[in-house]
């Protein structure tokens, strides 16, 4: 049902139509890639090149050459893991989540970050894969027979529950992207005309055609998936949170942090997908599908999920002196008023005071300010883990212990390093892949596209005559009964009113033979059937097309019979004029 | 149309009501307690009877060592008493907690009849030997026939069960009880504005059908509230104690009862912080109430689209508050129970029992309308929609009780997990009945399309899960305020069903006053023709 | 008789929906539709019959369910025994807590790749599987049903072609097989 309140701005601004989508999402495919994205693409091959070689040092020399000491035994490598996991949840929420709550606006924007999800996830696996020293066996943390490692692995560890959680969840991630990438990967295969190209996304596509019985099986499993996807975002980063969760270090030990967790990196997720949307949009020229509404919601979805982290960071101070055990206490005010209080307090302006910016409207629907805020929450949300993580260890219960922490050149450099292998696999997937889900988009087109919501006679020519099908069959149901009475009257011609018709016709256009025919299927809206039924009738050339106006077509269509209007709709006559000339 | 709040449906309410309050009042007349009896080891394969003793209690010390003395010796045990009170005296760091206590005993019985327990046992033992073979004869005389009690121990704790009975003079199951339905039903109503404030704030178009059911469950409000600020008064006054921390000797250094941990929390817990939070809460969740109540009736006759952009600045400011109210609320009232224990996810949990709630009641409602012939604007994939919050929410409920308990068990720190300790020890059964029928029966009964729009499976689960969540915020309560004294009996039950009564007749009384549907609602349109 | 594929083609969903219910309300059964998107109410209209690959993701996380609970069952409990954190692996039942996560993720780690790998076979839509879509714009902006006259033997293929005309097609095309 393409039924849709009219105070609901669109979603697609513009005159689109179902050819215009696809124009649109493939033509960054199909042409030569803009200057700005060889320029991007080389910066960051070298950050990522330069990370490379810091992993591959920090293999080499071990994990001391970076700043971990005695109290803080666990810092960037882990602050970093669960930073990019945060950044992760946003692709599935939007694609799980919102599918479930039917937020149209999440088709705009769930294939890229669906991408930047699993991207974010392979980055996040990065760091407990080098930070376990020796990387060569790592198949260790598998359940493997235990004559084979030392003894089987501890199931009752969080940390194993990890290698579950992210492995399942990089994999789901996966297959749900992908699976809704197969029709599109087909719909770029059928409109390339280079053999290796075709080839390739013919590969990629899987042999999709489009059959109704796929497309229904297709929507099921995206259902399914979508609610299998749901409590696996929960659980993923409850999960990560059990890491800290479990233990009775004060500051990490409290029940709170699961939901936390999520909201946190719910809210790290969409200020990512901003950065990179506002980003996208602007190079791939996708403005009338990612609009100020698009970015309007995110941020609203940023605002609730900073609310919410706010809120545990007040719940989690206020129980830290309600609970009435001094390290719980000490833990808090020690992060508020010690020596890293410059961290906290990152954390807080950042993630608890910026977002709240966004309850003025005028802000959050300005684009330059999104991108400005989006940035500061990223930063806010690594921090948080950096406060949660190294000021709840640097200053253990033994007083004696207490050690402060400094980053190496080789922290800095990982982290950077992912950064830009991160930035170099999106831009391939931009420039590569359909950055918006073609096939989702064109769904909601008549719902939510600009043209569709103002109604008759906004866009041009789409729908003309028998627009009604566009819309809701309530509302325009005496037109539908109109257009019905239309084709019995032209029905009903008898013989000899066809062939009167057919002369005026002829006479007003002028004649032609069929040696002298012209290939009328140049025209769009004309097909083998129909240029066939115009040749019977005596047409043959552009230039009788041509010459016709409105009372042609209606002596044409009570000939043709089964197109009413068509001709008049696609200005048959402007079309030919213009094909004459070739 | 609007409802016909019929003389019959109020007569069969009034009927409901009426039963309830007379289960009650039974309830209340047989109400008898215990003392808080507990089977400790004493040392290596010895057990003995801790049992303690209020200071509220109809006893002194010296008669109840005489009933059970004598008690025992018709039953043919002896019985030593030690007094733990007396050997911690000077253990001032340790006894703090229990000074409430009259006395704190333990009780180790001893067989008269032959030398020690073990002879006593296999006597039996050989009886039954056929039955149960040899290796169990101890054990045999455990299971055997109902009522008979084999052991010493089993001799003992029936003796302190009979002697130690009284008359809940107090009435604390009373009070707490009243406290448990006072806080649940204004939680469903507070559930309703919650989900109306939330669908404004996010421009929902799909609840527009449920709008007036909605604002019916909150017209409970203040009528709830009435109840609530009833059991406060009480415990403000001391008629009830609920509340340990209202206790002012616990904040009194002189005083032999004093608590160190409680007085340092003294700023959150006392009396005039604990009333003001109250004005606040109730100011906001009823001004809030009646200001959409208001705007919904005028938007029916207005229309235009100012009054939905008032009520969605409104709804999102509504849900800022209540992101706070309803944590610092569920801290107050039902957390500081538990004075000493604490959990940041606390407020969250108790939250989302109360969505839940609120969800399963409009549904209830929702399909005994249809049935009268009320909501044919109602269809499938309304219901889906509902349905599917019920899913979602017990869902919701599931993973913060689960990670609220594993965190708890996992880290075995013992300022916290003694809430589960409690729970564990004298509420085992009825804990993880609860925990497994709220998670198992809607996951895997409503995990299909078909069961979230099928009528029957609805009302059966619902009510399965009313009544489930009901018992979640009993386990809240009463581990807390009636200790091992729990029951539910007539009390309960009929307590329960007297608030049932009455809440479902404020409901359909407020329903009855104004149409079934809402008119010019921006997106009435939509959700009228809304199919999936 | 040779069978006849009749293609129609439409610019527009709901024309498509339209002449399909024209169609079928005349007993004409509508072998195939190739679309570009999927289209709402169609599958009622030409009969396509509702997928059972949810009720395949159920019984695929059952497995995964069973397995996981099975594994951790032998592996933690009965083949070697630990002692972590004060907590001894004596029974399943004690230890239940600290396997629910792994539990969950194995559960859905079946659910969704048990699916997903069903969902790719039964559609056929492998790598390498050559497509099958009459005509390449029925990926874009068309939209083309399928008629068999081998499964409408009580009109004539002239009688089809006429009836399908009547509807707001586009294109027409005819294919023997």
Request: some cysteine.
């Amino acid at each position: 049902m393409h039924k849709e309140s009219a105070i609901r701005e669109p979603l697609i601004l513009g005159d689109k139509t179902f050819k215009q989508i696809t124009d649109d999402v493939c033509r960054p495919i199909e042409n030569q890639a803009p200057r700005g994205w060889y320029i991007l693409i080389t910066i960051a091959t070298v950050i990522a090149l330069y990370g490379v070689g810091c992993i591959l040092y920090l293999i080499g020399e071990g994990i001391g050459t970076w700043g971990l000491n005695n109290a803080v035994d666990w810092a960037w490598d882990i602050t970093n893991f669960v930073w990019w996991v945060g950044i992760g949840h946003a692709g599935t929420l939007i694609s799980a989540v919102l599918l479930l709550f039917r937020q149209k606006w999440r088709m705009a924007v769930n294939r890229s970050a669906e991408a930047m999800t699993i991207f974010a996830v392979i980055m996040a696996a990065i760091f407990p894969g080098i930070h376990m020293g020796r990387i060569w066996v790592s198949y260790w943390v598998l359940p493997l027979p235990n004559q084979f490692g030392s003894l089987w692995v501890n199931f009752n560890s969080p940390l194993l529950w990890d290698v579950f959680a992210i492995s399942t969840y990089f994999s789901v991630s996966l297959v749900f992207w992908y699976i809704g990438l197969i029709p599109d990967f087909a719909t770029i295969r059928d409109r390339m005309t280079k053999p290796l190209t075709k080839k390739i996304y013919g590969l990629l596509s899987f042999g999709w055609s489009g059959r109704a019985k796929h497309w229904n099986r297709f929507e099921i499993v995206s259902l399914v998936l979508a609610g299998i996807a749901t409590p696996l975002v929960f659980s993923v980063h409850s999960i990560v949170s059990f890491d800290f969760a479990t233990s009775v270090i004060p500051g990490w030990h409290t029940t709170i942090f699961p939901p936390y967790f999520v909201a946190g990196a719910v809210f790290s997720g969409f200020a990512m997908v901003q950065t990179l949307m506002l980003i996208v949009r602007k190079v791939m020229h996708l403005e009338a599908y990612i609009h100020t509404k698009h970015i309007e919601y995110m941020n609203i979805v940023i605002m609730v999920t900073g609310s919410i982290v706010g809120v545990a960071y007040l719940t989690e101070l206020f129980m830290a002196w309600y609970s009435g055990v001094e390290y719980e206490s000490y833990a808090f005010l020690n992060r508020a008023t010690g020596p890293m209080a410059w961290a906290y307090w990152v954390m807080m302006t950042c993630n608890v005071i910026s977002p709240q910016l966004m309850w003025v409207k005028k802000w959050r629907r300005s684009l330059t300010f999104t991108f400005i805020l989006s940035i500061v929450v990223n930063i806010g949300m690594w921090f948080e883990r950096f406060v949660i993580i190294v000021t709840s260890l640097y200053r253990g219960h033994m007083p004696a212990s207490w050690a402060y922490f400094y980053p190496t050149w080789v922290d800095v450099g990982v982290f950077v390093g992912t950064i830009g292998i991160f930035t170099v696999l999106y831009l391939l997937y931009a420039r590569y892949f359909p950055v918006l889900a073609i096939s989702e988009v064109k769904t909601i087109l008549k719902s939510s596209g600009e043209n569709y919501k103002d109604g008759f006679g906004a866009g041009e020519g789409y729908y003309g005559a028998d627009g009604s099908h566009g819309h809701d069959h309530h509302e325009s149901h005496d037109e539908v009964v109109e257009n019905t009475k239309h084709e019995e009257t032209v029905a009903e011609l008898s013989e000899e009113e066809i062939a009167k018709n057919k002369s005026t016709l002829l006479d007003r256009i002028g004649t032609a033979e069929a040696s002298e025919a012209d290939d009328l299927k140049q025209i769009s809206g004309v097909g083998p059937v129909l240029e066939k039924t115009l040749n019977s009738i005596g047409i043959f050339k552009f230039e009788q097309v041509s010459k016709m106006t409105s009372e042609e077509y209606n002596l044409l269509d009570s000939l043709t019979k089964s197109f009413p209007g068509r001709a008049e709709r696609d200005n048959w006559a402007a079309q030919a004029t213009e094909l004459m000339t070739k | 149309m609007n409802f016909q709040f019929t003389s019959k449906i109020k007569r069969n309410l009034f009927i409901i009501i009426a039963a309830g309050l007379a289960m009650f009042v039974v309830g209340f007349l047989t109400e008898k307690n215990h003392l808080y009896t507990e089977i400790h080891s004493v040392h290596e394969g010895e057990e003995g009877l801790l049992v303690e003793y209020y200071k509220e209690l109809p006893f002194t010390k010296v008669k109840f060592v005489e009933d059970v003395t004598v008690a025992a010796t018709e039953a043919g045990i002896s019985v030593d008493f030690s007094d733990l009170i007396e050997l911690h005296k000077d253990d001032h760091h340790g006894s703090q907690h229990h000074d409430d206590f009259e006395f704190k005993m333990l009780l180790t019985p001893h067989s008269l009849e032959t030398e020690g327990e073990h002879g006593h046992s296999e006597a039996h033992g050989d009886a039954h030997a056929e039955d149960h073979g040899d290796s169990h004869a101890e054990e045999g005389g455990h299971d055997a026939h109902a009522g008979v009690h084999h052991t010493p121990m089993e001799t003992l704790e029936h003796i302190v069960h009979e002697v130690g009975s009284f008359n809940d003079t107090g009435h604390a199951r009373t009070w707490s009880n009243l406290l448990v339905n006072a806080f649940f039903f204004f939680g469903i109503g507070l559930g309703a504005l919650f989900f109306i404030a939330l669908q404004y704030a996010t421009e929902s178009g799909w609840g527009v059908v449920y709008k007036r059911i909605l604002e019916a469950i909150i017209g409970w409000l203040p009528i709830g509230a009435i109840f609530l600020i009833i059991v406060f008064v009480g415990a403000s006054m001391h008629w009830n104690h609920i509340y340990h921390w209202m206790d002012p000797e616990v904040h009194n250094p002189e005083s032999a009862h004093f608590d160190i941990i409680i007085a340092n929390k003294k700023p959150f817990l006392s009396q005039w912080f604990f009333w003001l939070m109250n004005a606040v809460y109730f100011a906001v969740f009823l001004l809030f109430a009646r200001g959409f109540r208001k705007r919904s009736l005028q938007e029916d006759l207005e229309g235009g689209t100012k009054i939905h952009m008032k009520n969605f600045a409104k709804g999102a400011l509504f849900l800022v508050l209540f992101g706070y109210l309803s944590s610092a609320m569920s801290w107050q009232w039902v957390m500081s129970i538990d004075t000493h224990w604490f959990s940041t996810l606390y407020g969250w949990y108790v939250f989302s029992g109360i969505w839940l709630s609120a969800t399963i009641f409009i549904l209830l409602l929702t399909f005994w309308l249809k049935g009268l012939g009320y909501l044919d604007f109602i269809n499938e994939s309304h219901i889906h929609d509902m349905g599917k919050w019920m899913f979602a929410i017990s869902f919701l409920w599931t993973y913060l009780f689960f990670s609220q308990f594993m965190l708890i068990w996992y880290a075995n720190i013992p300022e916290e997990v003694t809430y589960y300790l409690d729970r564990f020890g004298d509420y085992k059964w009825i804990l993880w009945t609860t925990v497994a029928v709220n998670f198992v029966i809607p996951i895997i009964l409503l995990m299909s399309r078909e069961a979230k729009r099928s009528k029957n499976t609805i009302i059966i689960i619902g009510s399965i899960l009313f009544v489930f969540h009901w018992v979640d915020v009993f386990i809240l309560v009463m581990p807390g305020s009636v200790f091992d004294h729990w029951a539910i009996g007539f009390l309960e039950v009929g307590m329960f069903v007297a608030f049932l009564g009455m809440f479902i007749y404020t409901v359909l009384n407020t329903l009855s006053k104004a149409p079934m549907l809402v008119k010019n609602h921006p997106y009435l349109d939509e959700n009228l023709h809304h199919h999936t | 008789m040779a069978d006849k594929i009749i293609y129609a083609m439409y610019d527009d969903d709901d024309k498509l929906l339209d002449g399909a219910r024209m169609l079928v309300s005349k007993g004409i059964h509508v072998n195939e539709v190739f679309s570009p998107m999927p289209i709402h109410g169609l599958d009622d209209v030409i009969g396509v019959r509702h997928t059972r690959l949810g009720i395949a993701s159920f019984l695929y996380g059952l497995t995964g369910l069973m397995l996981a609970t099975l594994g951790m069952k032998y592996f933690m409990i009965d083949d070697w025994m630990m002692n972590i954190g004060g907590k001894p692996s004596f029974s399943y039942l004690e230890n239940l807590p600290a396997f629910i996560p792994i539990t969950f993720e194995f559960t859905v780690l079946c659910a969704a790749h048990g699916m997903a790998i069903t969902y790719l076979l039964r559609n056929k839509t492998l790598p390498g599987m050559p497509a099958s879509n009459p005509d390449p714009r029925t990926t874009d902006d068309m939209f083309v049903m399928e008629i068999r006259t081998a499964e409408n033997t009580k009109y004539s293929a002239d009688e089809l072609q006429s009836m399908v005309k009547s509807t707001a097609i586009v294109e027409l095309d005819e294919k023997t097989v």
